[in-house]
């Protein structure tokens, strides 16, 4: 079979009603257990079909091949990312605003299935740059720019001196990130406790504003 395009994930199937109807999202569910188990080289589409709970006619009904369901799996993490409500509103005083979103950050990402979802597109990104792309800019680049429109309303006032708040934005995160979600991505440690995260993130926030900080200029 051919493909998916980039984008068209309901090539097949496209007159089966809701997009997010129980069966598509029973089979969206098992495909990203199997590929998460099996990685995408591994995974087949009888073993997702098994995985689902469904026969192997009704998994072609709702996607073609591999690739879409791949796909489907990477728009739902977007998605489930995008649930996400960060407050950068403009008046929040920064230690507040960085010490929330540095915790809720680090809990999106460490969640189960966060990390493994990440090192998922991670390692088909280069066999299906589009879909890594996607990913990248729909929920990491997105995320510093929202972070970075943030910071550069707080440089406006005068709390901040910062010459390139996406830069910026990225070095918070990463500070976040750092201690906690790369040993949660190599399976080299749990997620992190919420202590384990709030100290972590209290560091980030001294170590930005010790930078950052209109003070410190």
């Given at each position: 079979m051919v493909a998916a395009e980039p984008g068209t994930l309901r090539a097949v199937g496209s007159g089966l009603g809701d997009e997010d109807s129980t069966k598509r999202r029973q089979i969206v569910d098992g495909a990203r257990r199997v590929f998460l188990d099996l990685g995408f080289d591994g995974a087949s589409m009888g073993e997702i079909a098994r995985a689902a709970g469904v026969s192997k006619g009704t998994l072609y009904v709702y996607f073609p091949d591999?690739?879409?369901?791949f796909e489907?799996?990477?728009e739902t993490e977007i998605a489930e990312y995008s649930k996400e409500l960060y407050n950068f509103h403009p008046e929040r005083p920064v230690v507040e605003t960085l010490t929330e979103f540095g915790r809720a950050y680090v809990q999106i990402l460490c969640r189960p299935g966060g990390g493994s979802a990440s090192?998922?597109?991670m390692?088909?990104?280069?066999?299906?740059?589009?879909?890594g792309r996607r990913f990248y800019n729909n929920v990491i680049a997105h995320t510093i720019g929202k972070l970075a429109a943030y910071l550069e309303a707080r440089?406006?006032?005068?709390?901040?001196a910062i010459e390139d708040c996406r830069l910026a934005a990225l070095?918070?995160?990463q500070l976040c990130q750092g201690p906690t979600f790369m040993p949660f991505l190599f399976q080299a440690a749990p997620a992190p406790s919420a202590?384990?995260?709030a100290e972590i993130v209290a560091s980030a926030t001294r170590m930005f504003l010790a930078t950052y900080g209109?003070?410190?200029r």
């Open positions: 591999k690739s879409g369901l489907a799996i990477v090192r998922t597109v390692a088909i990104a280069e066999r299906m740059p589009e879909v440089a406006a006032i005068g709390d901040l070095q918070f995160m202590e384990q995260t209109a003070k410190a």
